[in-house]
């Protein structure tokens, strides 16, 4: 059963919409009546550049937790923005898109959402942009999203602006934002390495690893956090779920979920929690040798 093809579609991400207010993180949220006292001052504010959605990147660093912010519907459509005069596009984790800005407008651009059919107003608050969802939303965000200008990503669509090239970015930056470091392995005193690049030492048979990204609609792991150990030689991995708590990271296995048919039991289509756990504690800068 390991192999039955996914069925996938509406039905999962409006689930997943449903349940994202209780994740949105408390220092972000904002109460509607709020959002109209915002002033709005476009007179010589430079629009044009690379901005970041800091209700994900800027959140997910700070709270160390990447998949339950993956569930912010802005994120889908809107997690980089890329400004150039009249023109803008926007850069998801399922869809990209292109619109043309109305600069003249308290409402600089309408952005809509293939997945969810909802509207997105976005409006300028110097330093910051703002995206408000419509009010006539059927299912109502009262979360005001924050863009900054983030010249730091900009690499991100650079190049080439291909979907998965941006998401082999935003791997590469969790990478190292969250994981790189220095760490001892808890129970055997081994030292533990995730360095630049995603290379990897001290975990027997590995040799990488890389922080799942959550693009895209196909996902096994009930969204809990995710990274692979790779082994770049034989194309073997393992996936663990990873948890931080102040300088401590605890990985957990992931297994096959067992489902049962006909009185035995098979591989499930999803990935859940196994036994085997490996507490890693991070070491501080002036401790490494």
């Given at each position: 059963m390991k192999n039955i093809i996914f069925i996938l579609g509406f039905t999962f991400l409006i689930a997943c919409n449903s349940s994202q207010e209780k994740f949105v993180s408390a220092s972000i949220k904002t109460d509607r009546s709020e959002t109209n006292n915002i002033r709005i001052d476009k007179h010589d504010f430079d629009l044009n550049g690379t901005w970041g959605l800091t209700n994900y990147f800027d959140?997910?660093?700070?709270?160390?937790e990447l998949a339950k912010y993956r569930l912010q519907t802005p994120t889908w459509f809107a997690i980089l923005l890329e400004i150039?005069?009249?023109?803008?596009?926007?850069?998801?984790?399922?869809?990209?898109d292109e619109y043309i800005i109305e600069k003249s407008n308290?409402?600089?651009i309408t952005l809509t959402s293939n997945i969810s059919g909802d509207k997105w107003y976005m409006r300028v608050s110097e330093p910051y942009l703002i995206?408000?969802?419509?009010p006539n939303s059927e299912r109502i965000d009262s979360t005001i999203y924050i863009f900054?200008?983030?010249?730091?990503?900009?690499?991100?669509?650079?190049e080439k602006k291909d979907f998965y090239i941006i998401g082999n970015s935003v791997t590469e930056y969790f990478n190292d934002r969250l994981f790189k470091g220095t760490y001892i392995n808890e129970e055997t005193k081994k030292e533990i390495i995730f360095?630049?690049?995603?290379?990897?030492?001290?975990?027997?048979?590995?040799d990488s690893?890389?922080?799942?990204?959550y693009f895209g609609t196909l996902h096994m792991h009930k969204n809990l956090d995710v990274v692979t150990f790779k082994n770049k030689q034989n194309n073997e991995s393992k996936q663990y779920n990873w948890v931080f708590s102040e300088d401590e990271l605890l990985l957990t296995e992931f297994v096959y979920e067992q489902v049962s048919y006909k009185g035995k039991y098979y591989d499930g289509d999803y990935l859940v929690l196994g036994k085997e756990r490996?507490?890693?504690m991070k070491m501080a800068e002036h401790n490494k040798k």
């Open positions: 959140t997910i660093i700070k709270n160390r150039e005069n009249d023109s803008l596009r926007s850069y998801g984790s399922i869809n990209n308290d409402t600089l995206l408000i969802q419509s900054r200008k983030r010249n730091d990503l900009k690499y991100f669509i650079e360095g630049a690049n995603g290379q990897l030492t001290g975990i027997n048979g590995f690893y890389e922080v799942r990204n490996i507490r890693l």
